[in-house]
């Protein structure tokens, strides 16, 4: 039960008692000037001082229950009112402070943002932000789109944000001849995969489901696919349609040593497919960094390392081909970086705030003329899934399909084994 009501200052003990039952009581005292106030004819009206301890305990309880401070502040502000000395003293502005230029609606919105888009960094939010008011033209964001990386994290620290916002196991190493050892040298083309799995854990000797990850890795174009084991008889329904979604010829294909990717039917795949085979070559862990570092920061950011079963792949890849992947392409920025040779020949590597893109930006900046597209894809049909809901409206929609889907998934499954 929790009780609001507004109260003046008792006169006898026992008008305090009954409050002090009560289960989470609120008191409306508005302000600290309201509070001193309300201590001082409190203290005043029970002669503090000549109570006994016990009854002491009581008004000191009951004083912290009114105003919400902590009981040894209140104790302090009751010493100070039983020697005449409680006063309050309005602070005086500061002649050069600043206005406040981002409302409490701003930091609402920015914490919405994060809440939907699992808080990614500084500057991919500006990129959206930037997006949503210059693109899109949602009003609400004419004052974030202007915002600095370091006053978001500003943001991220007050308490009115903080209010909105809310077994891993080593790939087995194997040895095998498909393949050539080697790492991929795109030269800026698109078409470059990077592959690897990204296992979902296990609960009580039970494996859970898998995700593969495909990345390219010019444009950081993602598709992320579920399914229950990496064995190749899961596998082999899936791979072609994945490497045929992407709207763009592929002409590498890069893994690491994992048997979802290192195997004759794979091999045969890429054959028919003409993708040349790549895989990543001993003590070179730079190899593989870019598709490792977003399963870190996509797959396990969005779905976290909760045990799912693998009968619940299904459930999941569904909610991956029609939410999650156009989400990573259309409407997530990205780091590009900007690398640049030093005299003494090393490689200084940036990522300005002008590199952030999604996905499909950069695909249309680096080949504006379509070259690189499939036959039958053009950028009108993907102007239309880029441009069909704004990012914030996106985020929100993907959000409640992720809902439903672990709602799905409890439905069906142990309700232990998936809760978020």
């Given at each position: ?228 084991t990496i064995a190749q008889v899961d596998l082999e329904k899936m791979y072609e349609e ?179």
């Amino acid at each position: 039960m929790e009780t609001k009501m507004n109260i003046s200052p008792p006169r006898r003990i026992i008008q305090i008692e009954p409050y002090l039952q009560l289960d989470k009581p609120k008191f409306l005292i508005t302000s600290t000037k309201d509070a001193y106030k309300f201590i001082k004819e409190t203290t005043w009206n029970l002669y503090y001082r000549k109570l006994c301890k016990k009854d002491k305990g009581k008004v000191l309880k009951y004083l912290a229950i009114v105003t919400g401070w902590s009981p040894s502040y209140v104790r302090r502000l009751v010493l100070r009112a039983i020697c005449g000395k409680l006063y309050y003293r309005a602070s005086e502005v500061n002649k050069t402070s600043f206005n406040r230029k981002y409302t409490d609606e701003d930091i609402s919105l920015l914490a919405d943002f994060d809440n939907h888009a699992r808080r990614p960094n500084a500057k991919a939010l500006i990129h959206n932000f930037k997006r949503m008011y210059g693109i899109y033209g949602d009003k609400r964001f004419i004052r974030l789109q202007g915002i600095s990386c370091s006053h978001i994290y500003n943001l991220r620290r007050t308490n009115l944000y903080t209010f909105y916002t809310r077994t891993y196991t080593k790939t087995n190493p194997i040895q095998n001849c498909i393949g050539e050892r080697r790492k991929p040298e795109p030269n800026g083309m698109p078409g470059f995969l990077r592959i690897d799995s990204v296992h979902g854990g296990d609960m009580n000797g039970e494996k859970g489901m898998y995700y593969v990850n495909f990345v390219d890795e010019v444009l950081q174009w993602e598709v992320v696919i579920a399914t229950p084991t990496i064995a190749q008889v899961d596998l082999e329904k899936m791979y072609e349609e994945v490497l045929v979604s992407f709207p763009f010829r592929i002409l590498n294909f890069h893994s690491d040593n994992g048997s979802e990717a290192i195997n004759d039917y794979v091999a045969s795949i890429l054959e028919d497919l003409d993708i040349k085979q790549t895989k990543s070559r001993p003590r070179r862990h730079n190899d593989n960094a870019l598709v490792e570092s977003k399963n870190g920061w996509v797959i396990r950011k969005h779905f976290g390392y909760i045990f799912r079963p693998k009968e619940a792949a299904g459930i999941v890849q569904e909610y991956l081909g029609t939410y999650f992947n156009l989400y990573l392409n259309f409407h997530r920025s990205c780091a590009f970086p900007v690398v640049t040779i030093e005299d003494d020949g090393r490689k200084l590597v940036e990522y300005p705030q002008g590199e952030y893109k999604t996905p499909y930006e950069k695909l249309k900046i680096i080949d504006p003329t379509g070259k690189y597209l499939k036959s039958g894809q053009s950028y009108d049909e993907l102007d239309k899934i880029a441009l069909g809901n704004s990012d914030y409206e996106y985020v929100k929609i993907m959000h409640e399909e992720y809902l439903k889907m672990m709602r799905k998934i409890s439905q069906q499954f142990s309700p232990v084994s998936v809760s978020s």
